[in-house]
DNA sequence: CCGCTATACCTCGCCTGCGAGGTATGGTCC
DNA sequence: GGACCATACCTCGCAGGCGAGGTATAGCGG
């Protein structure tokens, strides 16, 4: 996940580490910081595979910083993992907002789509949180106020995404399949 | 989180590792699959600490069951769990959502909506996902559609979260602090 | 009664991310 | 000009979770 944020922040413009950080911490919505053991060596593996290179200038106002950049291959890179996404990249909210974060870069409209409907075909599956036996529980059917919670509160990112992905899938490919 | 997640569940009633799979798998929303190679040894480490006993049944109509219960201490450690659930527990969605599910079991109303208020001071701290510079990005503000949506979503359900924890706190501690 | 399938449990190695530690440098304040 | 702080980078060991593999058992179809 830290890689492909790296990765995409990377293809807007060359960062340096530090800003980097700072940028992927926002990621996640609420900032929640990136720890550096975390950041520097996704860095060294991408840089390592050939995807990123560096070029260091001295500090603006402290020690000098390395200034990262997409090579041509990490461009593909990011292009094919963006295009490849699927199961925790689609199942999973964290991952899925930072594929998200940088779909824009894959350029062809008919693969973001392509995208797009895979999550939306994952988030049709039917689901429930709690079940008795096999029955699924509605949120009015348990006393448990938190349970009630967890229910409503999913009911709702789930209505406010499909929303979304409908009317982005119409925009994308108007007479698109299905 | 997937220990958590035994703990809470064995509070409820004795379950052999089968089933809890099922029920933790269900309990992210959208069922997803727990790994055995997550399970089993995550009870392990629960049995070595003396937060569950195990006793063997014939299995119903396959292998031979092992029936797994919280222990006194097992309960302690459930109720010390939920009540000083912080840091990731509170910010990222997925374990929040784990400790919300148990939280029923941690008795005491005044913890209950202290874990409660700590999810809300979290949320209500300024956020964004995207910058230019120090400005925060408004969902308007930019033409990138995907990023519109991320913002969008993350609006959504933040809004019913807040909602909720409103009237829940309210329910829990008519006259409690703030 | 043989093989298949579903159930049930377990282990191993890997990968990702975290936290705690460390180094170095430029700017600011006294 | 020395202390201090913010910036900037890095390493190491650890822990949690995954996937691929393996074992065993009960029931069922032919």
Redesign the pocket.
């Known amino acids: 996940?830290?890689?492909l944020a790296i990765l995409g922040f990377l293809g807007e413009r060359p960062l340096?580490?530090?800003?980097?950080?700072r940028r992927v911490a926002h990621l996640t919505g609420h900032v929640?910081?990136?720890?550096?053991?975390?950041?520097?060596?996704?860095?060294?593996?991408l840089e390592k595979a050939g995807w990123l290179s560096r070029r260091t200038e001295?500090?603006?106002?402290?020690?000098?910083?390395?200034?990262l950049s997409l090579t041509e291959a990490g461009r593909d890179e990011l292009r094919r993992r963006l295009r490849d996404a699927g199961?925790?990249q689609i199942s999973d909210e964290n991952h899925w907002f930072t594929v998200l974060a940088f779909l824009r870069q894959l350029d062809d409209p008919a693969q973001q789509a392509a995208v797009l409907r895979r999550r939306r075909d994952f988030l049709r599956e039917p689901s429930s949180f709690f079940y008795e036996g096999e029955r699924p529980l509605a949120a009015e059917e348990f006393e448990d106020p938190f349970r009630q919670g967890i229910l409503t509160i999913a009911r709702a990112t789930s209505r406010a995404e499909m929303r979304w992905l409908h009317a982005t899938l119409k925009a994308l490919d108007p007479q698109g399949p299905r």
């Open positions: 996940m830290v890689e340096h580490g530090y800003e980097l950080k929640r910081p990136i720890a550096d053991g975390t950041l520097y060596p996704a860095i060294k593996r001295p500090g603006s106002r402290a020690a000098p910083r390395h200034v199961g925790v």
